[in-house]
């Protein structure tokens, strides 16, 4: 079993940057495959963002191209989305999520994750 627990959320003016933070139990974080995903009330989940168990691949939604950057650091357990020139529509609940099939890249199918953060809430004020 794998514990995430994200963190960096809150309120910024759009134009503003955030930092994501999702930090994992457990010995085996460099095999898992860890994407971000995000919801907004009412809507469908929507992916946002994966990256590999070596960090050597990453994926984006078109939406968030050239503005968001996945990162991870397996020695700390850690995944991270850079969030900059953020825009109103960014504006959801932001989850990480871990997918403990070996994958050369990750995958962007919510259904394909394993484990699931509580979330943290970004705002981006216009």
């Known amino acids: 079993q794998v514990q995430l627990v994200e963190s960096g959320g809150g309120l910024v003016q759009a134009g503003g940057s955030l930092r994501l933070s999702c930090v994992a139990s457990?010995?085996?974080?460099?095999?898992?495959?860890m994407g971000w995903f995000r919801q907004v009330p009412g809507k469908e989940r929507e992916f946002v963002a994966t990256?590999?168990?070596?960090?050597?691949?990453?994926y984006y939604v078109d939406s968030v191209k050239g503005r968001f950057t996945i990162s991870r650091d397996n020695a700390k357990n850690t995944v991270y989305l850079q969030m900059t020139r953020l825009k109103p529509e960014d504006t959801a609940v932001y989850y990480c999520?871990?997918?403990?099939?070996?994958?050369?890249?990750?995958?962007?199918?919510?259904?394909?994750?394993?484990?699931w953060g509580q979330g943290t809430q970004v705002t981006v004020s216009s």
């Open positions: 999520a871990a997918d403990r099939e070996f994958r050369l890249v990750g995958t962007t199918d919510g259904n394909d994750y394993d484990f």
């Open positions: 457990g010995r085996t974080f460099s095999r898992y495959a």
């Open positions: 990256i590999n168990g070596s960090g050597s691949r990453t």
